[in-house]
């Protein structure tokens, strides 16, 4: 009797004893331990998806790869209008797939990757489009934001830090890393604080610029995988930047005068005048050009290394009603959501949706404007009405007004 109960349970598998173990599974007749159900899953993912232990462009060919038509009309579901803009991610990214399925063909023949920049004002869509097209991915995609970044031994992150994002959200496969896309946002807050020199470094700008180029250009990277400087005693990882797709964005606000300039200084005398009546003011960022990015305080190095330059357009009035309710996440549909997890149904006046659009471009802030007004006239119902026994509610156009004079909106206002 004592023997049976100091007899220990094995794993069938492996053989080790219920404590040389996390926990043991029991079965029908036998046991299998944690370590060996871990294994067995990563057999079965090898077995299923290749060797490279989850699904990536590896077990892709070119029939599955979604066409730039697909990938424009996935995102023409989440974002509203920027078709130029779309049309150059989407053909960016489709030949980015291209170029990790190339096969060595004999004919010297290497295609080179094109990295993009994609200048447009704040609330335009720059971001919602980085974050869109990663759900339609396969192949590995992380967002950086380039305010953060310094020169190496400056108080911030490191050039380097990106390629750290990118091998966390491939799960430190280093082989996946190397075929991701970086999108790399606010890139405009690293320009050049100005042409004259001074006695004291531009450590976040000409000197972020600067360390940027080796990963634009495609080289060796050692990455800490940890980050920089918390864990200074970890091993690197070096990662080839070659087939890393780069997505540049950035506001670049008070371009427009930099254009504007450009364009005056191309004619001089009565033709001026004629060039002058076609140039459409109230969208100066679809004249944009390389060398307006230079005035801007980028540098030509990395000018060249971004050849794909599109614009995002300014948002009318047509295309923030649009944005407020036609998205698969447009937000009204978010806070119809949110309340019908409540049981309650939520409706609006169809006034509210113009009021709402007016107060938008007035402040002109974009989408993110009409995200700020719309949570303005909903705060007190979000607040009362949950613990209300009503199952329907409807916002009118008075009260949406009522709630606007009373929360003092006149604060978003840009000057």
């Known amino acids: 009797m004592a023997d049976s109960k100091t007899r220990k349970?094995?794993?069938?598998?492996?053989?080790?004893?219920?404590?040389?173990?996390?926990?043991?599974?029991?079965?029908?007749?036998?046991?299998?331990?944690?370590?060996?159900?871990?294994?067995?899953?990563?057999?079965?993912?090898?077995?299923l998806h290749g060797t490279s232990g989850k699904k990536g462009t590896a077990a892709l060919n070119l029939k599955q790869l979604p066409k730039p038509i697909e990938i424009k009309q996935f995102?023409?579901?989440?974002?509203?209008?920027?078709?130029?803009?779309?049309?150059?991610?989407?053909?960016?990214?489709y030949n980015h797939y291209k170029r990790l399925l190339q096969k060595d063909s004999g004919d010297d023949v290497e295609i080179e990757k094109s990295n993009i920049i994609m200048v447009g004002s704040t609330g335009t869509g720059k971001t919602l489009l980085a974050r869109t097209i990663a759900?339609?991915?396969?192949?590995?995609?992380?967002?950086?934001?380039?305010?953060?970044?310094?020169?190496?031994?400056?108080?911030?992150?490191?050039?380097?830090?990106?390629?750290?994002?990118?091998?966390?959200?491939?799960?430190?496969?280093?082989?996946?890393?190397?075929?991701?896309?970086?999108?790399?946002?606010?890139?405009?807050?690293?320009?050049?604080?100005?042409?004259?020199?001074?006695?004291?470094?531009?450590?976040?700008?000409?000197?972020?610029?600067?360390?940027?180029?080796?990963?634009?250009e495609g080289s060796v990277v050692n990455v800490p995988p940890q980050g920089g400087r918390k864990h200074p005693d970890q091993k690197m990882i070096p990662v080839n930047t070659k087939n890393i797709l780069f997505v540049c964005g950035g506001a670049f606000d008070g371009i427009e005068k930099k254009i504007a300039q450009r364009l005056n200084t191309h004619v001089v005398g009565y033709s001026a005048s004629q060039k002058s009546a076609v140039v459409d003011k109230s969208n100066m960022m679809q004249y944009i050009a390389p060398q307006d990015l230079k005035s801007f305080g980028l540098i030509p190095e990395i000018i060249g290394r971004l050849p794909v330059l599109t614009y995002l357009n300014p948002l009318d009035r047509e295309?923030?009603?649009?944005?407020?309710?036609?998205?698969?996440?447009?937000?009204?549909?978010?806070?119809?959501?949110?309340?019908?997890?409540?049981?309650?149904?939520?409706?609006?006046?169809?006034?509210?949706?113009?009021?709402?659009?007016?107060?938008?471009?007035?402040?002109?802030?974009?989408?993110?404007?009409?995200?700020?007004?719309?949570?303005?006239?909903?705060?007190?119902?979000?607040?009362?009405?949950?613990s209300?026994?009503?199952?329907?509610?409807?916002?009118?156009?008075?009260?949406?007004?009522?709630?606007?004079?009373?929360?003092?909106?006149?604060?978003?206002?840009?000057?």
Request: glycine share 6%; charged share 30%; hydrophobic share 40%.
């Open 319 to 386: 295309a923030l009603r649009a944005i407020l309710t036609e998205p698969k996440n447009s937000m009204i549909k978010q806070y119809v959501k949110l309340f019908d997890m409540d049981g309650i149904k939520l409706t609006f006046e169809e006034e509210v949706y113009d009021y709402v659009v007016d107060k938008a471009v007035e402040y002109k802030l974009g989408a993110r404007g009409l995200r700020s007004i719309v949570e303005t006239i909903m705060m007190d119902v979000m607040f009362e009405i949950p």
């Open 135 to 216: 759900k339609l991915l396969h192949v590995p995609f992380t967002i950086v934001d380039a305010t953060v970044l310094t020169e190496a031994g400056y108080v911030g992150e490191d050039i380097e830090s990106i390629l750290t994002r990118l091998l966390q959200v491939s799960d430190y496969n280093v082989e996946e890393a190397e075929r991701g896309i970086v999108f790399i946002d606010e890139i405009d807050k690293i320009a050049r604080k100005g042409d004259n020199p001074s006695i004291t470094r531009d450590v976040s700008g000409e000197g972020v610029q600067q360390g940027l180029l080796k990963l634009l």
């Open 9 to 47: 349970n094995r794993c069938s598998f492996c053989g080790r004893k219920e404590d040389e173990v996390g926990f043991l599974i029991t079965g029908m007749d036998g046991y299998i331990c944690d370590s060996c159900v871990t294994q067995a899953y990563e057999i079965t993912q090898e077995a």
């Open 75 to 93: 995102l023409d579901q989440y974002v509203i209008g920027q078709d130029d803009a779309k049309r150059f991610l989407s053909v960016s990214v």
């Open 388 to 415: 209300k026994n009503k199952k329907t509610y409807q916002v009118t156009l008075d009260y949406a007004k009522q709630q606007l004079e009373k929360a003092n909106i006149a604060r978003l206002q840009t000057a």
